[in-house]
C-alpha cells in the first residue's frame, strides 16, 4: 500500500515542542535474566487512548533448556495484545486456544467477563537457545464491553496493513490510521503501529486520533530540536499536526493511542474495571479456585498450576 499524498508532516519548532504533553520513562524489573519495562501506567498517564498498560519485554538471550513459564492466570475488563519482535511464545487460554506466537504476528485475546491464560516457550521451543524482544500491552474495555464474552484471536504477519514511501515502513497493528485499517476487530477506536524510519525520514502522526503516543525503541527521533532515546514513550497534546524525524541512525518506534475512555479506570494484579466492586467480585471468583462451575476455568492443556492471587 503506497503513502497517502494528502500527509504532508511538520515538525514542530520553537514553542510548538510543547506538543509533547508527557515523556515517560519506564520502571525496569529484572525477572531473573529477563527484563521487562513498563511504560504505563506511570504516575504521569495511566492511559493512552485506550493503552492502559504497555510491557517492552527483553530483548533476553536464554540457553538451550531456558525460557518463559508465565502460568495460567486471569483477567477481566480488558483485551491483551501481544507482538514480537524475536522469539516465539506458546499461549493456551480457557476456550481452548492453543497458539503459537512468532515475530509480526497478532494475538489479541478480549478478557470480557474473564478469561485464564498461560504463555510459555516450552517443548521445542527450549531445544535450542532462543531470543526474545516484544512488547505486551493491555486495552481496557469501554463500559459498554466490560462484560463480553471472551475471544480470541490471531492474525499473522501476512495479513496487517503495510504501508511503504519516503525512507517510512509502518505496519498497521491494530485500528486505523494514516488511510489504513488493519483486519484484527477491536473494541474501541485506536490505532497501534510498528514504524522503521530511515535516517531523516518523517513520521506524521494521524490527526484523526485524539491520543497519540510514541514509543522509541531503536535510534533515536527529534522533536523541535530535543532528541529522544530509546526506552522513551512521548504522549503528544490532542490536535496539534505535527510529525516526528529520525535521527542520523534511523528509529524503530512504536505508534499508538486513539479515543480516551469514559473514565479512569481500577487497575488490581491482572484485573482492569470501572469499579472497585467488579475487581472485589473478579478476585473472590479466582480465590475460590472453583474451575469446574465457577467464573474462571484453567487452560485445556496447561491446568496442573495456576499464579495464586496476591494477599493485597
Same mark, same amino acid.
Request: aromatic letters at 8%; glycine letters at 10%.
Given at each position: 500500500m503506497?503513502?497517502?499524498?494528502?500527509?504532508?508532516?511538520t515538525?514542530?519548532?520553537?514553542?510548538?515542542?510543547?506538543?509533547?504533553?508527557?515523556?515517560?520513562?519506564?520502571?525496569?524489573?529484572?525477572l531473573?535474566?529477563?527484563?521487562?519495562?513498563?511504560?504505563l501506567?506511570?504516575?504521569?498517564r495511566?492511559?493512552?487512548?485506550?493503552?492502559?498498560?504497555?510491557d517492552q519485554?527483553g530483548?533476553?538471550?536464554?540457553l #538451550?533448556?531456558?525460557?518463559?513459564? !508465565?502460568? $495460567?492466570? @486471569?483477567h477481566?475488563?480488558?483485551?491483551?495484545?501481544? *507482538?514480537?519482535?524475536? /522469539?516465539?511464545?506458546?499461549?493456551?487460554?480457557s476456550?481452548g486456544?492453543?497458539?503459537?506466537?512468532?515475530?509480526?504476528?497478532?494475538?489479541l485475546?478480549?478478557?470480557?467477563?474473564?478469561?485464564?491464560?498461560?504463555?510459555?516457550t516450552?517443548?521445542?521451543a527450549?531445544?535450542k537457545p532462543?531470543?526474545?524482544?516484544g512488547?505486551q500491552?493491555?486495552?481496557?474495555?469501554?463500559?459498554?464491553?466490560e462484560?463480553?464474552?471472551a475471544?480470541?484471536?490471531?492474525?499473522?504477519?501476512?495479513?496487517?496493513?503495510?504501508?511503504?514511501?519516503e525512507?517510512?515502513?509502518?505496519r498497521?497493528i491494530?485500528?486505523?490510521a494514516?488511510?489504513?485499517?488493519?483486519p484484527?476487530?477491536?473494541?474501541?477506536?485506536?490505532?497501534y503501529a510498528?514504524? #522503521?524510519?530511515?535516517?531523516?525520514? !518523517?513520521? $506524521?502522526? @494521524?490527526?484523526?486520533?485524539?491520543?497519540?503516543g510514541? *514509543?522509541?525503541?531503536? /535510534?533515536e527521533?527529534e522533536?523541535?530540536?530535543?532528541?529522544?532515546?530509546?526506552?522513551?514513550m512521548?504522549?503528544f497534546?490532542p490536535?496539534d499536526?505535527?510529525?516526528v524525524?529520525?535521527?542520523?541512525?534511523?528509529?524503530?518506534?512504536l505508534?499508538?493511542?486513539?479515543?480516551?475512555?469514559?473514565?479512569?479506570?481500577?487497575?488490581w494484579?491482572?484485573f482492569v474495571?470501572?469499579?472497585?466492586?467488579r475487581?472485589?467480585a473478579a478476585?473472590?471468583?479466582?480465590?475460590?479456585?472453583?474451575?469446574?462451575?465457577g467464573?474462571f476455568?484453567?487452560?485445556?492443556?496447561?491446568?496442573?498450576?495456576?499464579?495464586?492471587?496476591?494477599?493485597?
Open positions: 503506497s503513502w497517502s499524498p494528502l500527509l504532508d508532516p515538525v514542530p519548532i520553537g514553542d510548538a515542542v510543547d506538543a509533547i504533553e508527557t515523556v515517560i520513562v519506564p520502571r525496569a524489573r529484572d531473573g535474566g529477563f527484563e521487562v519495562r513498563r511504560a501506567p506511570s504516575a504521569a495511566q492511559m493512552v487512548g485506550p493503552f492502559i498498560f504497555f519485554m530483548p533476553a538471550e536464554f #538451550t533448556g531456558q525460557g518463559i513459564d !508465565v502460568r $495460567p492466570h @486471569p477481566i475488563g480488558l483485551a491483551t495484545v501481544t *507482538y514480537l519482535f524475536k /522469539g516465539k511464545l506458546h499461549h493456551r487460554d476456550l486456544t492453543d497458539q503459537w506466537i512468532e515475530p509480526g504476528d497478532v494475538n485475546m478480549l478478557a470480557g467477563q474473564g478469561i485464564t491464560h498461560s504463555e510459555r516450552d517443548g521445542a527450549r531445544s532462543l531470543s526474545m524482544f512488547i500491552t493491555w486495552l481496557a474495555l469501554p463500559l459498554a464491553r462484560d463480553d464474552p475471544e480470541f484471536r490471531h492474525t499473522g504477519a501476512a495479513a496487517l496493513p503495510l504501508l511503504e514511501a525512507g517510512k515502513q509502518v498497521l491494530l485500528g486505523r494514516w488511510g489504513a485499517e488493519a484484527v476487530p477491536v473494541p474501541s477506536e485506536l490505532f510498528d514504524v #522503521t524510519l530511515a535516517p531523516g525520514a !518523517v513520521l $506524521p502522526l @494521524p490527526e484523526e486520533q485524539e491520543d497519540r510514541l *514509543y522509541v525503541l531503536d /535510534g527521533v522533536v523541535a530540536g530535543e532528541r529522544f532515546a530509546p526506552g522513551r512521548l504522549v497534546r490536535g499536526r505535527l510529525g524525524r529520525a535521527g542520523a541512525q534511523g528509529a524503530r518506534l505508534a499508538l493511542g486513539g479515543a480516551t475512555l469514559e473514565g479512569p479506570r481500577h487497575i494484579w491482572n474495571a470501572s469499579s472497585q466492586e475487581i472485589a478476585k473472590e471468583a479466582w480465590r475460590a479456585g472453583d474451575w469446574a462451575h467464573r476455568k484453567l487452560p485445556p492443556g496447561d491446568a496442573e498450576e495456576f499464579i495464586p492471587a496476591p494477599d493485597r
